[in-house]
Structure formats: C-alpha cells, structure tokens
C-alpha cells in the first residue's frame, strides 16, 4: 500500500510540475500597407507569454536578406510581454510578402508570422523632366 502512495504521490509531482511557457501574438501579420520607397521599414510583433514558465526565443529568421529580425534579450517571465522587431529594406520596390520564422522553448516551438504591404515608387520631382 505504501508503494502505491509513494507512486501517486510522485506521478502527481510530475505533472504539477510540468510548467510550459506559451508564446501568444496580438497579430501574426504586419501589414506595412503601401509605403514609399525608402520609408522606415522597422516594425514590431508584440506578444505575451500567456504559460507558466520563462519564455526563452532561442532563434528569428526571416525567409530572405531583405528583412532582418531582432529577436529579444534573455528570457520572457510568465505574464510578461515582448517584442520581435523586424526590418524591412524598402529600397525595394514591390509588394511585400515575407516570412518570419520563430523558435523558442514554448508549446508550439516553430511560429510563422508574416510581413506584407507594397513598396511604391516615390512621387515625381516638379524638377524632372516629363516626356511630350
């Protein structure tokens, strides 16, 4: 009898102490809308660590060279809120359609966010010359 108790008393311990933390976005989408090329191209995806557990963002990548991540510095408390910036090179003419990929210590390990908008061509000069 008192190896059975001892064996519910350690699977109940097991699982109480099974804290994870949970990595929850506002948006998974940043829309840029239409911007003029070379805008400021920085942008933020803010999230909460909605689990139990410090939150540790062990790696950001972006789908090519033209958005650089940043991803937060030590681990996220629980409760706590953070931020994921991204760079976009707006010298770029064109829509936008990147990904954003995160890795962390949350339940869902691999999280996919996007970037989108349009890049247009800036305005012409009043002193360019026009074609007649």
Do not use: H
């Amino acid at each position: 009898m008192k190896k059975l108790l001892l064996v519910a008393v350690i699977a109940l311990v097991s699982f109480a102490t099974n804290a994870q933390a949970k990595i929850t976005f506002k948006s998974d989408t940043v829309d840029y809308g239409k911007i003029e090329k070379g805008s400021d191209g920085v942008r933020v995806f803010e999230f909460t660590n909605t689990g139990d557990a410090p939150l540790i963002v062990t790696d950001v990548k972006s789908s090519c060279g033209c958005t650089v991540p940043k991803k937060p510095k030590g681990p996220i408390a629980a409760g706590a809120d953070g931020t994921i910036e991204v760079k976009y090179d707006t010298n770029r003419v064109g829509p936008i359609r990147k990904n954003v990929t995160v890795y962390s210590n949350a339940d869902e390990p691999i999280k996919l966010l996007k970037i989108k908008g349009e890049v247009m061509k800036p305005a012409g000069s009043v002193l360019e010359k026009t074609e007649e």
